[in-house]
């Protein structure tokens, strides 16, 4: 279920996500590097050496649209129309990832990298982790709504 954000948690996504939304093409590489399956379904990326792909224009393509995401949904507020707006953008993301086939069990291996990437790149606590815990809960359980073929 979706569990609301308390507003300070909402602040807590959004000022830590500042510190590293521009290092799109490092979350990307970070991502791909801890798991080579997520590489994989990428067809301009597959069975291409990581570290000469890092550095090409279209990684860096690739890597703005998808941790993009990110950023727009820690910009909406987490009221009403935020909420709304970002379910909008996040059942997008579930049609198109569901019509490619990717499992929850990889959206999973990205939430983890994700998390490791942040713990390591900007000021981590306790409350920084439960707030981005919280925050990921609702967006995955939107999500894999999504990627079931049952949108909420
Ligand atoms: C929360 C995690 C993720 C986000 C925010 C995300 C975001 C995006 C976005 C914005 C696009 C381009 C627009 C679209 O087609 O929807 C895209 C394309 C794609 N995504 Fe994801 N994605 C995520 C997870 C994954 C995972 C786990 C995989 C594979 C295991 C994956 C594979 C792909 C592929 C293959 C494409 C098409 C790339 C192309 O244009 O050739 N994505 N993703």
Redesign the pocket.
Same mark, same amino acid.
């Given at each position: 279920d979706l569990v609301p954000l308390v507003d300070d948690q909402a602040i807590l996504i959004r000022s830590s996500w500042d510190e590293v939304k521009h290092n799109e093409v490092d979350i990307l590489y970070a991502?791909f590097k801890a798991?080579p399956?997520?590489q994989?379904?990428?067809?301009?990326f597959a069975g291409k050496d990581l570290d000469s792909i890092k550095t090409t224009g279209q990684f860096a393509v690739?890597a703005g649209?998808? &941790?993009?995401?990110?950023s727009e949904i820690s910009a909406l507020q987490p009221d009403e129309s935020g909420i709304s707006a970002a379910k909008t953008l996040i059942n997008?993301?579930g049609?198109?990832?569901r019509g490619?086939g990717?499992?929850k069990a990889?959206?999973n291996?990205?939430?983890a990298s994700?998390i490791t990437y942040l713990s390591q790149n900007v000021s981590w606590g306790d409350n920084v982790a439960q707030a981005w815990e919280k925050g990921f809960n609702n &967006?995955?359980f939107i999500?894999f709504n999504a990627l079931d073929g049952t949108p909420i």
């Amino acid at each position: 279920d979706l569990v609301p954000l308390v507003d300070d948690q909402a602040i807590l996504i959004r000022s830590s996500w500042d510190e590293v939304k521009h290092n799109e093409v490092d979350i990307l590489y970070a991502i791909f590097k801890a798991n080579p399956d997520i590489q994989a379904r990428f067809p301009q990326f597959a069975g291409k050496d990581l570290d000469s792909i890092k550095t090409t224009g279209q990684f860096a393509v690739h890597a703005g649209r998808i &941790v993009g995401v990110f950023s727009e949904i820690s910009a909406l507020q987490p009221d009403e129309s935020g909420i709304s707006a970002a379910k909008t953008l996040i059942n997008a993301l579930g049609a198109s990832h569901r019509g490619r086939g990717i499992s929850k069990a990889q959206f999973n291996e990205f939430r983890a990298s994700l998390i490791t990437y942040l713990s390591q790149n900007v000021s981590w606590g306790d409350n920084v982790a439960q707030a981005w815990e919280k925050g990921f809960n609702n &967006v995955y359980f939107i999500l894999f709504n999504a990627l079931d073929g049952t949108p909420i």
